[in-house]
C-alpha cells in the first residue's frame, strides 16, 4: 500500500468520483471492528471507490489489490451477524452509500481459505444470499441499501467448518450497462475467523459443483443478467422482463446439529489475531509501546520510536482514513513534552482512547435470517417508511446544479458527482489532562443529527476527516526540535 503524508491523503480522497462506493468497515454481532480492519479494500488510494468493470479481471474477487491479505482477521462466534458497512466517501467525510440512479442487484459470497496466504481469485467461492428486483415493491436490492444507509447483514451459516474465511459483499450497478458496456461492481472481503466447534477437511467437496464458483468467470459478458438493461427491460418495459438472477444459486451447508461438542477451534496470533500488545488500531495497523528507558539518550530514542510508527500507521492507511493515526501522535506529542520537561524515566502513563464513531444508522437484521436450509430466502429489513421513501425517490436538478432528491414532497441534498463538491464542515480535535497522562478525542461533525434521503431517519456519524481537517503531517520537525533542546536551544 502506497505511503502517503496526510496531505496526500486529503487530496487522494477529495478526488474520488462521489457517486460510487467502497466498502470500508466490518461489524461482528453489531460490535465494529475498526474503519478497515480486516477488510480488504481497494489499494488504490486515487481511486478507492472506483467499481470493477472487467469481469475477467482477479479484481473482482475483493477489488484492487485483493489477492494480498491485510494484516489482521477477525473472529467471530459460529452463527454470528457479520454487517458490511459500504461509503459513498470512504473516509466518512459526508454521508451517504451511493447515488440512487446506480441500481441492481447485491449479494454475498464467501470463501475457506487453506491459509491466509491462500489466493482470493480462482475457484471455492460460493454464494450465501443475493437478491435483485423486487417486483412487489419496485424496488432494487441497491434502493433497499440505501435506505438502510448502505448496511447489509448477513448471518454466518453454523454449518460452516471453523477456520479463515473471506466474505466478499458484492453492490453491482445496471445503470449504463449496454452491449458494449458491462456493469459496475463494487466489491472487497472481510478477513474473518470463524471460531467453532464444526470441523471439515474438504468443505470445498460439500459444495455442489453448480453452486461452486470461481472468482473471475463466475460471470460471462453474455450472461443475461450481466446485459439485463434496467431501462428497456425494467423501468420503462410494459410488462416488466423480470431480472435473472447474477451467479449461482445461494448454497448454505446443513445446520449444526445437536448440542456443541465444547472444543471449539479458537483463533491464534499466528492466524491474523490483532495482538494483545496494540494499544489502539488504525486499519490493519497497530501502535505498540514503546521500549522502557531510563536516561535522556533513551527517551528521546522513544519519542523517535513514537514517531517511526506514527508515520507507519499514515503509510498503510487505506481509503477509510486515519483517525486513529492522529490519535496515535497526540501521545508522540506526550513524550516529547516528557522529554523536553527532563523527565528521563518511561514511557509515562497514557490512555489512548479510538477516535472511531458507530455507524450512522441502526444495524439492520441480516438478510437471510432463518435461511438455514439454503434456499436462498430472505431479504432486506427496513422500515416501512423507509421503504415507501425509496419507492418514490427521484433524482432532479436545482437551477443551481445540485442534485436532490424528492421524497414525499420534501427536497433533499444529494452528493454531487463531481470532483468539485466540497468536503462537509468536521473538526477533529484531541486534549490531554492537566498531568498529561491520558487524552480524550473529541469529533464533531456540522449537522450530524439528519433526516435521510429516503425516509431513514440516521444520526450520521462524525467524519474521519483523515487528512482535510487538518493537513499537518504530525511528525514534520520533530526531530529538529529534538536536537534543539538536547543542545539547549
Same mark, same amino acid.
Given at each position: 500500500?502506497?505511503?502517503?503524508?496526510?496531505?496526500?491523503?486529503?487530496?487522494?480522497?477529495?478526488?474520488?468520483?462521489?457517486?460510487?462506493?467502497?466498502?470500508?468497515?466490518?461489524?461482528?454481532?453489531?460490535?465494529?471492528?475498526?474503519?478497515?480492519?480486516?477488510?480488504?479494500?481497494?489499494?488504490?488510494?486515487?481511486?478507492?471507490?472506483?467499481?470493477?468493470?472487467?469481469?475477467?479481471?482477479?479484481?473482482?474477487?475483493?477489488?484492487?489489490?485483493?489477492?494480498?491479505?491485510?494484516?489482521?482477521?477477525?473472529?467471530?462466534?459460529?452463527?454470528?451477524?457479520?454487517?458490511?458497512?459500504?461509503?459513498?466517501?470512504?473516509?466518512?467525510?459526508?454521508?451517504?452509500?451511493?447515488?440512487?440512479?446506480?441500481?441492481?442487484?447485491?449479494?454475498?459470497?464467501?470463501?475457506?481459505?487453506?491459509?491466509?496466504?491462500?489466493?482470493?481469485?480462482?475457484?471455492?467461492?460460493?454464494?450465501?444470499?443475493?437478491?435483485?428486483?423486487?417486483?412487489?415493491?419496485?424496488?432494487?436490492?441497491?434502493?433497499?441499501?440505501?435506505?438502510?444507509?448502505?448496511?447489509?447483514?448477513?448471518?454466518?451459516?453454523?454449518?460452516?467448518?471453523?477456520?479463515?474465511?473471506?466474505?466478499?459483499?458484492?453492490?453491482?450497478?445496471?445503470?449504463?450497462?449496454?452491449?458494449?458496456?458491462?456493469?459496475?461492481?463494487?466489491?472487497?472481503?472481510?478477513?474473518?475467523?470463524?471460531?467453532?466447534?464444526?470441523?471439515?477437511?474438504?468443505?470445498?467437496?460439500?459444495?455442489?459443483?453448480?453452486?461452486?464458483?470461481?472468482?473471475?468467470?463466475?460471470?460471462?459478458?453474455?450472461?443475461?443478467?450481466?446485459?439485463?438493461?434496467?431501462?428497456?427491460?425494467?423501468?420503462?418495459?410494459?410488462?416488466?422482463?423480470?431480472?435473472?438472477?447474477?451467479?449461482?444459486?445461494?448454497?448454505?451447508?446443513?445446520?449444526?446439529?445437536?448440542?456443541?461438542?465444547?472444543?471449539?477451534?479458537?483463533?491464534?496470533?499466528?492466524?491474523?489475531?490483532?495482538?494483545?500488545?496494540?494499544?489502539?488500531?488504525?486499519?490493519?495497523?497497530?501502535?505498540?509501546?514503546?521500549?522502557?528507558?531510563?536516561?535522556?539518550?533513551?527517551?528521546?530514542?522513544?519519542?523517535?520510536?513514537?514517531?517511526?510508527?506514527?508515520?507507519?500507521?499514515?503509510?498503510?492507511?487505506?481509503?477509510?482514513?486515519?483517525?486513529?493515526?492522529?490519535?496515535?501522535?497526540?501521545?508522540?506529542?506526550?513524550?516529547?513534552?516528557?522529554?523536553?520537561?527532563?523527565?528521563?524515566?518511561?514511557?509515562?502513563?497514557?490512555?489512548?482512547?479510538?477516535?472511531?464513531?458507530?455507524?450512522?444508522?441502526?444495524?439492520?437484521?441480516?438478510?437471510?435470517?432463518?435461511?438455514?436450509?439454503?434456499?436462498? +430466502? =430472505?431479504?432486506?429489513? /427496513?422500515? *416501512?417508511?423507509?421503504?415507501? $421513501?425509496?419507492?418514490? %425517490?427521484?433524482?432532479?436538478?436545482? #437551477? &443551481?446544479?445540485?442534485?436532490?432528491?424528492?421524497?414525499?414532497?420534501?427536497?433533499?441534498?444529494?452528493?454531487?458527482?463531481?470532483?468539485?463538491?466540497?468536503?462537509?464542515?468536521?473538526?477533529?480535535?484531541?486534549?490531554?489532562?492537566?498531568?498529561?497522562?491520558?487524552?480524550?478525542?473529541?469529533?464533531?461533525? +456540522? =449537522?450530524?443529527?439528519? /433526516?435521510? *434521503?429516503?425516509?431513514?431517519? $440516521?444520526?450520521?456519524? %462524525?467524519?474521519?476527516?483523515?487528512? #482535510? &481537517?487538518?493537513?499537518?503531517?504530525?511528525?514534520?520537525?520533530?526531530?529538529?526540535?529534538?536536537?534543539?533542546?538536547?543542545?539547549?536551544?
Amino acid at each position: 500500500m502506497k505511503s502517503l503524508t496526510v496531505m496526500g491523503l486529503a487530496a487522494s480522497l477529495t478526488g474520488m468520483a462521489q457517486a460510487h462506493t467502497l466498502f470500508t468497515t466490518l461489524y461482528i454481532n453489531d460490535a465494529k471492528q475498526g474503519d478497515g480492519t480486516c477488510v480488504r479494500q481497494s489499494t488504490d488510494i486515487d481511486h478507492a471507490n472506483s467499481p470493477v468493470v472487467d469481469l475477467g479481471s482477479d479484481n473482482m474477487a475483493c477489488n484492487v489489490g485483493g489477492n494480498t491479505p491485510v494484516n489482521f482477521t477477525c473472529p467471530a462466534p459460529a452463527g454470528a451477524k457479520l454487517t458490511f458497512e459500504y461509503r459513498q466517501y470512504p473516509d466518512k467525510a459526508q454521508p451517504g452509500f451511493i447515488d440512487p440512479s446506480h441500481k441492481g442487484p447485491v449479494a454475498v459470497y464467501a470463501k475457506k481459505l487453506a491459509s491466509l496466504d491462500d489466493t482470493a481469485s480462482g475457484p471455492g467461492w460460493f454464494k450465501l444470499w443475493g437478491e435483485g428486483y423486487d417486483a412487489a415493491a419496485d424496488l432494487w436490492a441497491t434502493e433497499k441499501m440505501i435506505a438502510n444507509d448502505g448496511l447489509l447483514s448477513i448471518d454466518i451459516p453454523t454449518g460452516l467448518p471453523a477456520g479463515n474465511y473471506l466474505f466478499r459483499p458484492e453492490v453491482v450497478a445496471m445503470h449504463n450497462t449496454t452491449p458494449a458496456v458491462q456493469p459496475q461492481f463494487y466489491v472487497g472481503c472481510a478477513q474473518v475467523f470463524i471460531e467453532s466447534s464444526v470441523t471439515a477437511d474438504d468443505l470445498a467437496a460439500a459444495v455442489p459443483a453448480n453452486q461452486s464458483v470461481s472468482i473471475p468467470d463466475y460471470l460471462q459478458a453474455d450472461d443475461a443478467s450481466v446485459t439485463y438493461n434496467i431501462y428497456d427491460d425494467e423501468e420503462y418495459a410494459d410488462p416488466k422482463i423480470p431480472f435473472p438472477m447474477m451467479g449461482p444459486v445461494p448454497w448454505t451447508p446443513a445446520p449444526a446439529s445437536g448440542a456443541p461438542s465444547g472444543n471449539v477451534v479458537k483463533q491464534s496470533e499466528a492466524e491474523g489475531a490483532i495482538p494483545d500488545s496494540c494499544l489502539i488500531v488504525n486499519a490493519n495497523w497497530c501502535g505498540v509501546e514503546v521500549p522502557a528507558y531510563a536516561d535522556q539518550t533513551g527517551c528521546w530514542a522513544a519519542v523517535d520510536q513514537c514517531w517511526a510508527q506514527n508515520d507507519a500507521c499514515w503509510a498503510q492507511a487505506p481509503a477509510s482514513g486515519g483517525l486513529n493515526c492522529k490519535i496515535w501522535a497526540t501521545k508522540c506529542d506526550d513524550l516529547d513534552a516528557h522529554c523536553t520537561a527532563r523527565d528521563w524515566e518511561g514511557p509515562p502513563a497514557f490512555g489512548l482512547v479510538s477516535g472511531e464513531v458507530a455507524a450512522a444508522a441502526d444495524i439492520p437484521a441480516a438478510v437471510n435470517a432463518g435461511d438455514e436450509d439454503g434456499s436462498g +430466502a =430472505g431479504g432486506f429489513a /427496513t422500515s *416501512a417508511s423507509a421503504t415507501a $421513501s425509496a419507492t418514490t %425517490a427521484t433524482a432532479s436538478e436545482t #437551477a &443551481a446544479g445540485t442534485a436532490t432528491a424528492t421524497v414525499t414532497g420534501e427536497a433533499y441534498p444529494i452528493a454531487e458527482t463531481t470532483a468539485e463538491t466540497a468536503a462537509a464542515s468536521s473538526s477533529t480535535s484531541a486534549s490531554a489532562d492537566a498531568d498529561s497522562t491520558s487524552v480524550v478525542a473529541t469529533v464533531s461533525d +456540522a =449537522g450530524s443529527s439528519s /433526516t435521510g *434521503a429516503f425516509g431513514a431517519s $440516521s444520526t450520521a456519524a %462524525a467524519s474521519d476527516t483523515s487528512a #482535510a &481537517a487538518n493537513p499537518t503531517h504530525y511528525c514534520a520537525g520533530h526531530k529538529k526540535r529534538r536536537h534543539a533542546r538536547q543542545l539547549g536551544q
